[in-house]
């Protein structure tokens, strides 16, 4: 996984590495049950270079815990990695740049349920 942490930080494949601040490569557990797959980062996880950190994120958490799981036990990743300006739809094109990147970190991780959050994610991973 750190060799494709490495990967996605360095990446040029679309437009979108030129206006972000930190590629989002996605964060958890390696050995995760549960992968949870966002759209896109947002302006806070644009900053922080993490998933899920802003408002969604203390939702997100707050459901967890609910659903009897720590953030920690999860795997947590979005379709693109680095941040749409204005927080748009993703393109087609930045899709296709980002989901080999995708499919490597469920390929690594093999978690049991992979579940989506958002148009974009499910129709990646239904498609």
Not at 22 to 51: F, Q, T, Y
Not at 54 to 78: C, Q, S, T, W
Not at 101 to 112: A, N, S, T, V, Y
Request: hydrophobic share 40%.
């Amino acid at each position: 996984m750190a060799v494709l942490i490495a990967e996605i930080k360095a990446c040029t494949r679309c437009p979108l590495h030129a206006t972000r601040k930190n590629p989002v490569p996605g964060e958890g557990s390696l050995d995760a049950e549960l992968m949870l797959i966002g759209e896109a980062p947002g302006r806070w996880e644009d900053e922080k270079g993490r998933p899920f950190v802003g408002a969604a994120g203390k939702l997100l958490n707050k459901l967890l815990g609910v659903a009897g799981f720590r953030r920690e036990e999860v795997y947590i990743a979005n379709v693109l990695k680095c941040r749409p300006p204005g927080n748009r739809d993703p393109r087609p094109e930045e899709v296709s740049a980002c989901t080999p990147f995708l499919d490597r970190q469920i390929e690594i991780i093999g978690p049991k349920v992979i579940a989506t959050l958002g148009r974009h994610s499910t129709r990646y991973i239904f498609s």
